[in-house]
């Protein structure tokens, strides 16, 4: 069953991880899917194995935290489908577990660019279309650092508690306009997110206290199967929430 056939779909962060996998996913399902990413050649790569398998998609390298850059992803997709459906804000950075004492300028402004303005942007951008059109569906990927404390550094946990702030918002005001706004609080994945970090080690220590009890982390793969369910008819009824899937971690 091709639960998105005609639906288009724009993923951000789509190059690895959870939106590669997101993208694939939505591809199969017959929605045609609009990759944006901040490495080009990654999205190129992943735009090339779904089309491959018979699928539509095509790609744009933007940063996220560029409120210019969103309106040209925006206008690419447009310009490719004409429309747009659902919006996954993906997208996103940590923070090497820096508590706010050491965090600089340069890092909130990081992390907080592409982890809350970006999906603020996109969903500036995305509602008004959604608006016109009669209906529309938001996932924000945010995390269980943004239900709880301990589990990345200042910036990144201000930023998902934000995100999931903005979610229940959006998923509120608009209710009536048949447009649903959801978040998935996400555990452990395993993808490259953390590749190339130098944790704090006062952060880090700190996070770490906390995760004797942690499951072994997911493949992005189940999170993608969420998020189909979220943007599909079946959950019609799931708006302005917040979906935990870590696997059971904060349920101790």
């Not at 490495?39 to 790569?45: F, G, K, L, T």
């Not at 890092?107 to 809350?116: A, P, Q, S």
């Not at 009669?134 to 943004?146: D, E, L, Q, W, Y």
Request: charged share 15%; with cysteine.
């Amino acid at each position: 069953m091709n639960l998105l056939t005609q639906k288009v779909a724009l993923v951000t962060g789509a190059g690895s991880g959870i939106g590669k996998a997101i993208a694939e996913l939505f591809a199969e399902q017959g929605a045609k899917v609009v990759l944006t990413d901040i490495h080009q050649s990654n999205i190129e790569a992943v735009t090339s194995e779904i089309t491959a398998k018979g699928g539509t998609a095509c790609c744009i390298a933007a940063d996220i935290a560029s409120n210019a850059d969103v309106r040209l992803v925006m206008q690419y997709a447009l310009n490719a489908y004409q429309t747009l459906d659902i919006l996954i804000n993906n997208a996103g950075v940590m923070d090497n577990f820096t508590p706010v004492a050491e965090v600089s300028d340069e890092l909130w402004e990081k992390v907080i660019g592409t982890n809350l303005n970006g999906p603020f942007f996109t969903c500036r951008e995305a509602i008004p279309l959604f608006l016109e059109k009669g209906f529309g569906t938001i996932i924000n990927i945010a995390s269980i650092g943004g239900l709880f404390g301990g589990r990345a550094g200042a910036a990144y946990t201000a930023s998902k508690h934000a995100l999931v702030g903005l979610t229940k918002n959006i998923g509120y005001q608009y209710a009536e306009k048949n447009i649903r706004c959801n978040a998935i609080a996400s555990g452990g994945v395993n993808t490259n997110i953390v590749y190339g970090m130098e944790p704090n080690p006062f952060g880090f220590e700190r996070m770490s206290a906390g995760t004797g009890n942690a499951p072994p982390s997911a493949n992005p793969e189940a999170i993608a199967e969420l998020a189909l369910f979220l943007v599909s008819e079946k959950s019609g009824f799931i708006n302005g929430a917040v979906l935990t899937a870590d696997g059971g971690w904060t349920a101790y």
